[in-house]
Nanobody, 116 residues
């Protein structure tokens, strides 16, 4: 089992920045994919934001390219999401995700609200 604990959500004005972090505990494998998904209000589906694999290869949703950066610290079993130039449409619950040994794990979610 793997437990994921997120931190760093909050309220920010448009154009501002936030940094999310997600720490993993439990049975950790060295080969994995980590990332972030989000679910906007009004019942929208959860969508991919960014992922990073064990080689450092990253993948971003088109809507966040150039504004968000995903990174990882393997010594701390942590994945980060640096979010810059935030827009109101980035408002959502952000979920940390980890895939290892064929299984996927989710964090509890952290709210990000972009509003003036």
């Amino acid at each position: 089992q793997v437990q994921l604990v997120e931190a760093g959500g909050g309220v920010v004005q448009p154009g501002g920045s936030l940094r999310l972090s997600c720490s993993a505990a439990g049975i950790i494998c060295s080969v994995d994919v980590r990332g972030w998904y989000r679910r906007a209000p009004a019942g929208k589906q959860r969508e991919l934001v960014a992922t990073i694999d064990s080689t450092g290869k990253t993948n971003y949703a088109d809507s966040v390219k150039g504004r968000f950066t995903v990174s990882r610290d393997d010594a701390k079993n942590t994945v980060y999401l640096q979010m810059n130039t935030l827009k109101p449409e980035d408002t959502a619950v952000y979920y940390c995700y980890r895939q290892q040994s064929g299984a996927g794990y989710w964090g509890q979610g952290t709210q990000v609200t972009v509003s003036s």
